[in-house]
């Protein structure tokens, strides 16, 4: 994979699996702009990644004039954008039953909203490029549920038809879009969980093991590259064989 010259966005890449993304583009030749609320997260993650070509904003991605201003300038400066990543995202866990309506709200806000705010401001440039990669991060509990994640399964079953309906709106404009739905993957996320709920998890992963956040990037990577062209609508899981 080679993007040298290309020019990519990564949303919620101060950390974990953004981080990830953003190391195995700059490490192709990508300029990448690393998007994330956690402003010295996001200064330490642009000096992780060395002598790579990195720029950085922090903007809240369901704040629709920061966005679009963001997008603005990232494609005059860069002359133009060739890769969206979304992958800001948050989980605020509970049972349907005790689960607050700003809990749901706002898993609602990030997951998915500020996936549609950044696809809409960075898809008028690559229409006008008639060339682009978006690269969306579902989720295995988007595609078969997870009790006490009715908000965030939810949130990420919507990412899998927005997915796919923005591969059909922008396929004649050479646009793909796809997603990748990681399962359990080993990151702060997940870090936190009971070794209760980590011996649940491994035991419902026929590989028996976490991910790593080196597992997703590399399937981002290869649906943003070149040699992706002809995929579009399609959500990949990186599960260990957890989806069906």
Sequence with gaps: ?????????????????????????????????LVDVLEEALREAAESLGDADVRTYAVDVTDEAAVEAMTDEVADACGGIHVL???????????????EADEWDRVMQVNLKGTFLMTKHVARYMVRQRAGRIVNLASVSGLVGNPGQANYSASKAGVVGFTRTVARELARRNIT???VAPGFIDTEMTRVLSDKAKENALAAIPMRRMGSADDVARAVAFLASDEAAYVTGHVLPVDGGMAP
């Design 85 to 99: 990543v979304n992958n800001a995202g948050i989980t605020r866990d509970d049972l349907l039953l005790r689960m």
């Design 177 to 179: 879009c796809n997603a």
């Design 1 to 33: 994979m080679n993007f040298e010259g290309k020019t990519a966005i990564v949303t919620g890449a101060a950390r974990g699996i953004g981080l990830a993304i953003a190391r195995v583009l700059a490490a192709e030749g990508a300029t990448v702009v």
